[in-house]
């Protein structure tokens, strides 16, 4: 009877969360002064935009309260805001069950989202993009060096922070 107790006292550990030894390394969060390598993401549209040595700024939102503050600032400063900046959305979509944003979130977003927002669908992309819970991360770029990194929770703050970077 105790080799039945094994596999399950196994089982539970496991779904405890206990690390195996093949579990890869957690990203290491960029900092001040780290090299962003380029990538291209898809936005709400299917439209691809890289993130490049042109992008001044990433306004990045992995939760939704931090994304509800980037589209007010949006919503209220009009598409061309970014584009004006040199800057991009950036949400963290990883988290949202795959079924739920591709019927509901993506199709609310396509017909309520004038400018591009940037979806990173399974997470790697910006895996190592630093953020606080209910904030916006503002990182300021220079030829993809970070040059800075803030995190703020209020369209005024938001504003500072990009006002800091030009």
């Known amino acids: 009877m105790t080799h039945l107790l094994r596999p399950v006292a196994l089982l539970g550990l496991l779904s405890l ?3 195996c030894a093949s579990e890869p390394p957690p990203a290491k969060l960029l900092v001040v002064g780290a090299h962003l390598a380029p990538a291209t993401l898809l936005d709400q549209n299917e439209v691809p935009h890289p993130i490049d040595k042109s992008t ?3 306004l990045f939102a992995r939760e939704m309260e931090g994304g509800a503050v980037i589209r007010a600032l949006l919503d209220e400063e009009g598409p061309k805001y970014l584009e004006e900046h040199r800057a991009l959305y950036v949400a963290d979509i990883s988290g949202m069950p795959t079924l739920i944003a591709r019927l509901v979130a993506i199709p609310k977003m ?3 989202r004038p400018y591009p927002t940037l979806l ?5 992309t910006t895996a190592f993009f630093p953020a606080e819970a209910g904030r916006v991360t503002v990182m300021a770029l220079d030829n993809l060096r970070v040059t800075a990194i ?3 929770d209020s369209l005024a703050g938001i504003r500072e922070a990009v006002a800091k970077i030009r």
Do not use: K, L, P, V
């Open 110 to 112: 396509q017909e309520e």
């Open 56 to 58: 001044r700024i990433i």
């Open 120 to 124: 990173d669908r399974d997470g790697a």
């Open 17 to 19: 969360g206990i690390a």
């Open 150 to 152: 803030d995190y703020r």
